[in-house]
């Protein structure tokens, strides 16, 4: 997210913030936190300055400090536009509110520069492998297909060649835009998944390329989707994984990852045929590989 896109209303507060996040980029995590402290006495009521503080804090390791800093932004941005209440979750502190909302914002300010930085910078992959899962588990014949999540159309570039007719639902109104710029979408629709979900049926497809790591449990994903697809109608979506004993955690990433075991366990009870996996780097981060899985679902 660019941290600073939702200004404090003062531009000396805003240069600081600036500087501050100029520091933080080259590790100096306690300058800039420094810088940012000084900028807030200026303007105590900036929700996203308090947030970006807690980032540099954390960068240097004082999570104490972090947490309240994330404590104050969360008092001052109830919607939770810039996930500080998911920080706070994903420290330990308080129960996870506010991803609709964290990832709207989150891919608005993003959708500019979001191709190159996934794709060229960290080697996102995920469209063209969860393509080639559904060919070979042989995508049946239907009417409506649906990219869940399509953001700047990744993925529905990759169903095109597959498919007549194509539809993508995503929350960002600025991702949307992109997609639409590409014209491979008969129809986009800004809308929360699981909003869109409770008023279609017929989906003979529905894709999900990196968009469970904002849904958190999957029980409600899977419960949403199997109702509108159609007799032996596909789920193809990618997870992020970790191999602690939970079915799944809210990285400090702010991005849900789950126990493979669990997952497809959840799977089969919600009453799906598992037709393939395929574990598999999803893309890179800070240089690390990040671990995921690949699934293709029928429903039943």
Not at 158 to 174: C, F, K, N, Y
Not at 204 to 229: F, Q, S
């Amino acid at each position: 997210m660019s941290r600073h896109t939702h200004s404090s209303g003062n531009p000396i507060v805003d240069r600081r913030g600036a500087y501050a996040e100029a520091l933080s980029s080259e590790h100096a995590y306690a300058e800039a936190a420094e810088v940012m402290a000084q900028a807030l006495e200026l303007a105590p009521d900036w929700a996203a300055g308090w947030n970006s503080l807690g980032r540099h804090y954390e960068g240097s390791g004082s999570i104490d400090r972090a947490i309240a800093a994330w404590q104050r932004s969360a008092e001052l941005d109830p919607a939770g536009r810039y996930g500080a209440a998911l920080k706070l979750a994903a420290h330990g502190v308080g129960g996870a509110r506010g991803m609709s909302a964290y990832a709207e914002t989150l891919f608005d300010d993003y959708a500019g520069r979001f191709e190159m930085s996934l794709v060229d910078r960290l080697g996102y992959r995920v469209p063209e492998a969860l393509a080639d899962m559904i060919v070979a588990t042989g995508r049946p014949a239907g009417a409506r297909p649906v990219d869940l999540g399509c953001g700047t159309g990744l993925m529905g570039v990759r169903l095109r060649p597959l498919v007549d007719r194509l539809e993508g639902v995503d929350l960002s109104q600025a991702m949307l835009a992109e997609a639409r710029r590409k014209g491979i979408y008969d129809r986009l629709t800004r809308a929360d998944l699981f909003d869109f979900l409770g008023g279609v049926q017929g989906v003979d497809l529905a894709a999900a390329a990196d968009v469970l790591n904002y849904t958190g449990p999957l029980p409600p994903v899977l419960a949403a989707v199997r109702p509108v697809l159609s007799p032996g109608g596909r789920f193809a979506f990618s997870l992020e994984t970790h191999g602690g004993p939970e079915p799944e955690v809210l990285r400090t990433s702010l991005r849900f990852a789950h126990h493979t075991d669990a997952a497809l366990g959840a799977c089969r009870e919600a009453g799906y045929a598992v037709l393939a996996t395929r574990a598999a780097t999803l893309r890179y981060d800070r240089g690390e590989p990040v671990a995921g899985l690949l699934v293709v679902l029928a429903g039943t």
